[in-house]
């Protein structure tokens, strides 16, 4: 599956504002098929057993405290060209710097609460996918 799937997480701000059913119907719109989902909620520890790469970062503890603050919705998506495709569908971190028409410029309202997460390699999509979900959990 190396280059034709992606990870995302639709995070707790995106979950709260209601904005599941508009996003991914972008998802949709852009050409991805779905082929695992479910609504979860992480807790502080499997938060910052995800985001262990930033652990040295400053905003690591503020990031595991969000992450863990209410419900997402974790996605694997396929399509050709899958993770490059995903991260122009969702546009830069910074939502005030986030082409018009991408979901973090439409749904974010900080770089922190920026909506969804979005693999940034092929190899992190397949340890992000497999850290949310077992083999039998995706469709394709």
């Known amino acids: 599956m190396s280059g034709n ?3 995302t997480m639709i995070k707790p701000d995106a979950v709260k504002n ?3 059913g508009a ?4 998802i949709n719109d852009g050409g991805f098929k779905i082929i695992a989902m ?3 909620k992480l807790s502080a520890e499997k938060a ?3 985001y262990a790469v930033h652990k ?3 905003f690591y503890g503020e990031l595991v405290e969000f992450m863990s603050s209410g419900p997402i919705v974790a996605a694997v998506l396929q399509k050709d060209n899958a993770v490059d495709d995903f991260r122009k569908l969702i546009g830069a971190t910074n939502p005030s710097e986030a082409e018009t028409g991408t979901i973090r410029a439409l749904y974010a309202t900080s770089i922190g609460k920026n909506a969804v ?3 940034d390699s092929d190899e992190n999509a397949q340890i992000e996918a497999h850290f949310h979900f ?4 995706m469709f394709v």
């Not at 077992?134 to 959990?137: G, L, P, V």
């Open 5 to 7: 799937i992606t990870f």
């Open 18 to 20: 209601g904005h599941i």
């Open 23 to 26: 996003i991914l119907k972008h």
């Open 38 to 40: 479910k609504y979860s």
């Open 48 to 50: 910052g057993e995800f």
């Open 56 to 58: 040295e970062r400053p």
């Open 117 to 119: 997460h979005g693999s």
């Open 134 to 137: 077992s083999n039998t959990e």
